[in-house]
């Protein structure tokens, strides 16, 4: 028999060596390039005054509404203009967006929508979004979030990437698209998506399949957002549609033909 073979020397330590030096070294050399400005995105500011007035509901078991009463028919789409409130994340809960992914690659899809539901009260989601999270697995937002009564709460600026859909892809005209920013998490639509959700109503807290529904002002405001952007309809997408874990349902009993009604009123929409 001949001499037993060192597995504690040779180039098995070169091998670990060599390993043990890419993982040092990899986090510098890969250092992701973050964008600084991004165009084609509503911008952030406040607009105080209310658009709509409440309109009381019809029975005792029917949700709050918010109506185009009939002296301000003249506020809906496209002469609509929501009340807008800058209420900013804590930092921890939204990050940079980027020209190349994790592993080098430069990435330049096309900005699109999704579309969320909060399942809880719009405050619950604004205090979640303001809290520190050290952890990355707690850590939450979204850029937008249109509330029961239409007003639009700006959270994440629009440069940066909020954390709205974890694993994701975009099934679009152009195929898959999904981006890694982070080799320990899996690849997602969030370096090129603009996250906006909807308040829930309060028989929708939970993880029905359906709910009431959602506000006449939460549909205008939507596509007055909308309409401040250049993202066109074929890149309009779900939290539904992009969720690659099955789990996500949102936006429940949300109406697109009532949205796009609105949408197309706008003239850099229509037809």
């Not at 619950?124 to 303001?130: G, K, V």
Request: glycine fraction near 8%; aromatic fraction near 10%.
């Amino acid at each position: 028999m001949g001499r037993p073979r060192n597995w504690l020397g040779g180039n098995w330590i070169w091998m670990l060596v060599l390993a043990l030096g890419c993982l040092i070294v990899w986090p510098r050399g890969m250092a992701l390039q973050a964008i600084a400005t991004v165009s084609g995105l509503p911008t952030v500011h406040e607009v105080t005054d209310m658009a709509l007035v409440p309109t009381p509901p019809a029975t005792t078991e029917s949700p709050l509404d918010f109506a185009v009463a009939a002296p301000l028919l003249a506020q809906s789409a496209p002469n609509y203009q929501p009340r807008q409130v800058i209420q900013l994340a804590d930092p921890s809960n939204y990050g940079d967006r980027y020209s190349s992914d994790a592993y080098g690659q430069p990435v330049n899809n096309q900005f699109i929508a999704v579309m969320h539901e909060t399942v809880g009260s719009a405050q619950s989601a604004l205090n979640l979004f303001q809290t520190y999270h050290p952890n990355d697995n707690d850590q939450v937002s979204y850029h937008t979030l249109v509330g029961r009564d239409g007003t639009i709460y700006y959270i994440v600026p629009p440069e940066k990437r909020a954390y709205g859909a974890g694993n994701s892809i975009f099934n679009g005209p152009n195929g898959p698209e999904t981006v890694t920013t982070n080799p320990a998490f899996p690849s997602s639509v969030n370096n090129f998506a603009y996250h906006v959700s909807l308040e829930t109503p309060s028989d929708g807290r939970g993880n029905g399949p359906n709910h009431s529904g959602y506000t006449q002002a939460q549909y205008e405001s939507l596509a007055w957002l909308i309409a401040q952007s250049s993202i066109p309809e074929s890149r309009l997408t779900t939290h539904k549609a992009v969720d690659r874990s099955g789990s996500r349902q949102d936006p429940r009993t949300f109406d697109t033909s009532r949205f796009l009604t609105l949408l197309r009123r706008y003239p850099n929409r229509a037809g």
